[in-house]
């Protein structure tokens, strides 16, 4: 029985977890769950010691009484025609094209490890596919326009980077990768739960609010960081996407000494690096992490640092263009790719923290996200049909700037 074991002790060490199927999106869920810690073996029977199961070939009955998340094999080319981000790559007079790399089955597979670990934890969710690739375009009216962005904010250099795979985590400083091996070592077994969960917001880009928003949708509670004065500028863009990643959520402005003591009631913490009014917390890390772990008799503490800076342009630092041949033209690859690539991993890494327990800071640097989706390729042979970029209806109305401020504030004790 063959799969892939943690290079190094992570938060999900004496999980055990099967993957069954062979398509690419499956596969990548099951080495990021090796990475974080877990003993994730395939083939057909490995779910019969799993503590969790990704289903992909039907092996697994109906009647088994254990976490299963149930899809289907695809390949990577049809994760990339059906993700929205196909019809984003290329020329606005040309094909849409094919990427290097796998980033819509990897961004799928990080998808699929949340949801497992949300359920093996005890949270029945469901989370989205990779159409959250292309839902930003989707609501903005946005079409391939290469060489520029589909934005139209940034342009691919005529010559782009050329770039190596990469790992999208960094823990506690290291980056942990998962090893291929023939029969991965059993683990003694643990109890798995995840816990009530207070997650502070302080970051203002795409892949931040992706995160926040996979997290309620596992049922934390998401607590966003505002300045009514000095509101987060991504409120500028289509207001339906905005609600749509902060819908269930709450605004807070708790002013200076406020927010330190937000943070320490908090059990998970997003930080970006756009430098906006709430930047670097004046709190310092190792005490918050004091602090928070096991503060609740279980579940880990983890503070998030997300890089902030453009999807697009860290995707064409590490290479991850496409290339029109006809006219000769580089292309972004779907809608600043990178960055709800951080968004996925970082919901990953936050729930596999928070479930597995201890102390940890996880670093999503967004050239990583880029250069991670470099490993492997998309199938030869002819391309599905590209879907159109398509959104999810949000759940309902995004707060207003600190509109909950009063509330929280007096509920958590902040005052």
């Keep these: 029985m063959t799969g892939w074991s943690p290079e190094s002790g992570g938060p999900l060490r004496g999980l055990r977890v099967a993957v069954c199927g062979s398509g690419a999106a499956v596969r990548h869920a099951g080495r990021l769950l090796a990475s974080l810690g877990a003993v994730a073996e395939t083939g057909e029977d490995g779910w019969r010691e799993a503590d969790g199961v990704i289903d992909a070939s039907g092996a697994v009955p109906s009647t088994v009484d254990i976490p299963v998340v149930r899809t289907v094999d695809t390949t990577a080319l049809e994760d990339w025609a059906s993700s929205g981000a196909m019809m984003l790559t290329g020329r606005r007079d040309g094909p849409p094209l094919r ?3 796998q980033p819509a089955s990897l961004g799928w597979g990080a998808l699929l490890a949340t949801e497992l670990l949300a359920r ?3 949270r029945a969710v469901m989370l989205p596919g990779p159409r959250v690739l292309a839902e930003r375009a989707a609501l903005a009216g946005l079409h391939r326009n290469a060489p520029c962005s589909a934005d139209g904010r940034f342009v691919v250099p005529a010559a782009p980077a050329q770039g190596e795979p990469d790992w999208p985590i960094v823990l506690n400083g290291l980056v942990r990768r998962a090893l291929s091996v023939e029969r991965p070592g059993l683990v003694p077994r643990r109890h798995w739960h995840f816990p009530a969960t ?3 917001d ?6 931040g609010a992706l995160c926040g928003h ?6 934390a509670r998401v607590i966003k960081v505002e300045d009514p004065a000095r509101p987060d500028p991504a409120r500028n863009g289509p207001p339906e996407f905005f609600d749509l990643l902060h819908a269930g959520q709450e605004s807070v402005s708790p002013g200076e000494r406020g927010l330190d003591r ?7 913490v997003l930080e970006d690096g756009e430098g906006g009014v709430w930047a670097a917390p004046d709190v310092a890390l190792p005490d918050w992490a004091e602090d928070n772990a096991g503060r609740r008799g279980a579940g880990g503490a983890c503070w998030v640092r997300i890089d902030g800076g453009s999807g697009d342009e860290a995707a064409a630092a590490v290479g991850l263009v496409a290339f029109d041949a006809e006219a000769g033209v580089p292309a972004p690859c779907g809608d600043a790719i990178a960055e709800p690539l951080a968004g996925v991993h970082a919901a990953l890494a936050a729930v596999a ?7 940890w800071v996880a670093e999503l640097p967004l050239r990583a996200q880029a250069a991670a989706a470099l490993m492997g390729s998309l199938e030869p042979g002819v391309a599905p049909s590209p879907a159109p970029p398509v959104a999810r209806r949000p759940a309902g109305r995004a707060p207003e700037p600190g509109a909950d401020t009063v509330r929280v504030v007096r509920e958590l004790g902040l005052g």
């Design 99 to 101: 990427c290097p790399g």
């Design 120 to 122: 093996v934890g005890g």
């Design 198 to 200: 207070v997650v502070v």
């Design 202 to 207: 302080l970051t203002s880009c795409w892949a």
């Design 214 to 219: 996979l997290l309620t949708l596992v049922g």
């Design 262 to 268: 937000l943070l320490r009631k908090a059990d998970i």
């Design 353 to 359: 923290c928070r479930l597995g327990g201890g102390r």
